[in-house]
Nanobody
């Protein structure tokens, strides 16, 4: 069983930056592909970024390309999402997810494990 714990969310002004982290336990993330999703009340969960098991492949939603960066530190069993030039529309609960596979994917149905989420609020 894999447990994922997100941290680093908070309140930031538009144009600012924030880094959220996801630390795993129960399994080394070097065996997992990882991703970040986000959700606002009343809307479906949407993909933000994904990274392959080796880190060689990253995928981004069009809405965050050029502003967000997903990375992983297998030695720390942690995945990061660096968010720059934040906009009010980035406000959401951000979830970390992991899947027992090699490739990056933006399909939430393919992920086996999920964290509890961390709130990110961007004020205008």
């Amino acid at each position: 069983q894999v447990q994922l714990v997100e941290s680093g969310g908070g309140l930031v002004q538009a144009g600012g930056s924030l880094r959220v982290s996801c630390t795993a336990s129960g399994r080394t993330i070097s065996t997992l592909a990882m991703a970040w999703f986000r959700q606002v009340p009343g809307k479906e969960r949407e993909s933000v970024a994904a990274i392959s098991r080796t880190g060689s492949t990253t995928l981004y939603a069009d809405s965050v390309k050029g502003r967000f960066t997903i990375s992983r530190d297998n030695a720390k069993n942690t995945v990061y999402l660096q968010m720059n030039s934040l906009k009010p529309e980035d406000t959401a609960v951000y979830y970390c997810a992991a899947r027992l596979s090699t490739g990056a994917s933006v399909n939430p149905r393919l992920y086996n494990y999920w964290g509890q989420g961390t709130q990110v609020t961007v004020s205008s």
